[in-house]
């Protein structure tokens, strides 16, 4: 086979005269308002669980036809960037993946291209970068997401009756657009508007990229912290990727289809230029530090209702761990008939009532954890002194006062404490934590976060003493 380098004219001259598919052109706007005035009104489905009964949905895919003049121009061109890309011998057209003239093609049915998919994968490292160290979050969706992006992107919001649009722009041409769907949404008005976006996309070439695929180049050549133990923001095993390459306007668009972005279906797709891949990599950025508002809710995991105080039994929420990490936590409904209040604690948490001279204490604790780390609120007793709190909390729980630590930054009854590490290792006396007083719908109450320093979770005990705190209610 022919090897012979192209020049960046001569491929460009081949471009322009062998390849002629007409495509159409990709419209944001037009994609967002035709679904919302095109789709049948199939009306609000009933709001669905995504953990127990979804099942997994066929997207179809209406792709541009192929004349049949055009075919010889595209196997030219496919095989030219192969070889400036790789610099291999050209491939059999079979490896090419080409759709035949007058051919539709389901999503289901696109295959994977080993050589498209490779190139694909080929990205600048996240740690090589330069301008990653200037990165920084912008809140969007009515501050529920906060998106990981490079200076100088931007980004424009679109509201519409059952999905919001978060057009990401860079200053090189990009065009990143997420369509978060919300709870009005039915399964033929989510799956008519993949077959729409997929219809709107030109390409020469497509093929599947392998989720497991991507994490794996992630995990293994992305020296980079990553918030998520499955790399990923949203549910790899409910999310399809796709990626197109469209030689005549030299463009490469990836999309991604999943069901679970915290619980809520999004169509995601990102448009490139072909030979500029710099930034390639900031969609794998973007959904791998995808934060959310902690403790926030997973779409769909509230189900069934208590009768008497008309809250989720259970629910899914993310939560905040150390500096970046994020947790996803099954937490169940938690009444305390005494106090006549609820909030929600992780399944299996255990409790224990303890009774103290001026107050009374609810300890929490986990299996698998070291029995000195806890979380724990109380409800203090009429007795309680005031003038001598600090004094009275640490003694309760045999805290050296010299452990105190003023970091609750102003807060009133804030009592931080850390023993150091100076002398040799005691899981019991080698402690960290904090007690803070605070006033209820019915009177004073506490919480309080202890971790030893063995089998540390002071981060993961704060977030589950936050979450039960600003969950409480109390009721008559």
């Known amino acids: 086979?022919?090897?012979?380098?192209?020049?960046?004219?001569?491929?460009?001259?081949?471009?322009?005269?062998?390849?002629?598919m007409q495509l159409p052109e990709t419209a944001r706007h037009k994609s967002l308002k035709a679904f919302k005035a095109?789709?049948?009104?199939?009306?609000?489905?009933?709001?669905?669980?995504?953990?127990?009964?979804?099942?997994?949905?066929?997207?179809?895919?209406?792709?541009?036809?192929?004349?049949?003049?055009?075919?010889?121009?595209?196997?030219?061109?496919?095989?030219?960037?192969?070889?400036?890309?790789?610099?291999?011998?050209?491939?059999?057209?079979?490896?090419?993946?080409?759709?035949?003239?007058g051919e539709t093609i389901e999503a289901g049915e696109i295959e994977e291209n080993e050589n498209l998919i490779y190139r694909i994968l080929n990205r600048t490292s996240f740690a090589e970068f330069e301008e990653i160290n200037r990165f920084n979050f912008r809140s969007v969706y009515n501050e529920t997401f906060q998106l990981y992006l490079p200076p100088r992107w931007t980004t424009e919001e679109t509201k519409e009756d059952v999905a919001d649009s978060i057009l990401i722009s860079g200053p090189d041409g990009e065009k990143l657009n997420m369509i978060v769907f919300n709870e009005r949404v039915t399964d033929q008005q989510f799956k008519e508007e993949v077959d729409r976006v997929i219809s709107e996309i030109p390409y020469s070439e497509v093929t599947e990229v392998p989720v497991e695929r991507v994490i794996s180049e992630i995990r293994m050549n992305h020296d980079f912290p990553l918030p998520y133990n499955d790399v990923f923001s949203f549910d790899r095993e409910k999310t399809k990727m796709y990626a197109f390459v469209d030689q005549e306007n030299e463009l490469l668009t990836e999309l991604y289809v999943t069901e679970d972005l915290f619980?809520?279906?999004?169509?995601?797709?990102?448009?490139?230029?072909?030979?500029?891949?710099?930034?390639w990599f900031v969609s794998w950025i973007l959904f791998s530090h995808l934060r959310v508002q902690a403790p926030h809710t997973h779409f769909g995991s509230e189900e069934e209702l208590h009768p008497e105080y008309e809250r989720p039994l259970e629910k899914i929420v993310s939560l905040d761990v150390g500096a970046i990490g994020v947790e996803d936590v099954e937490v169940e409904l938690y009444i305390n008939e005494d106090l006549e209040l609820t909030s929600y604690l992780p399944r299996g948490t255990n409790i224990e009532q303890i009774e103290h001279e001026h107050f009374t204490e609810w300890r929490f604790t986990e299996d698998g954890v070291s029995e000195n780390s806890f979380y724990a609120f109380g409800k203090l007793k009429a007795d309680f002194p005031f003038q001598r709190s600090m004094q009275t909390m640490f003694g309760s729980f045999d805290i050296d006062l010299s452990y105190y630590e003023d970091l609750g930054g102003g807060t009133p009854y804030h009592y931080g404490y850390y023993s150091g590490m100076e002398e040799a290792f005691n899981p019991e006396t080698h402690i960290d934590g904090y007690i803070t007083l605070f006033e209820g719908a019915d009177g004073w109450y506490y919480k309080h976060k202890h971790a030893d320093r063995e089998d540390y979770n002071g981060g993961v005990y704060t977030q589950r003493l936050n979450m039960f705190i600003e969950s409480l209610e109390w009721h008559e």
């Open 263 to 279: 619980g809520q279906q999004m169509i995601y797709t990102a448009e490139m230029p072909l030979y500029n891949k710099e930034n």
């Open 1 to 20: 086979m022919n090897n012979k380098p192209y020049s960046e004219e001569e491929l460009r001259r081949l471009l322009k005269e062998k390849q002629t």
């Open 38 to 101: 095109g789709l049948p009104n199939n009306g609000s489905s009933p709001q669905r669980s995504h953990y127990h009964q979804r099942k997994r949905r066929h997207l179809l895919g209406a792709l541009a036809t192929l004349s049949a003049a055009g075919i010889a121009g595209i196997l030219l061109v496919n095989a030219i960037f192969l070889l400036e890309v790789s610099n291999e011998p050209l491939p059999d057209v079979t490896e090419v993946g080409l759709i035949g003239a």
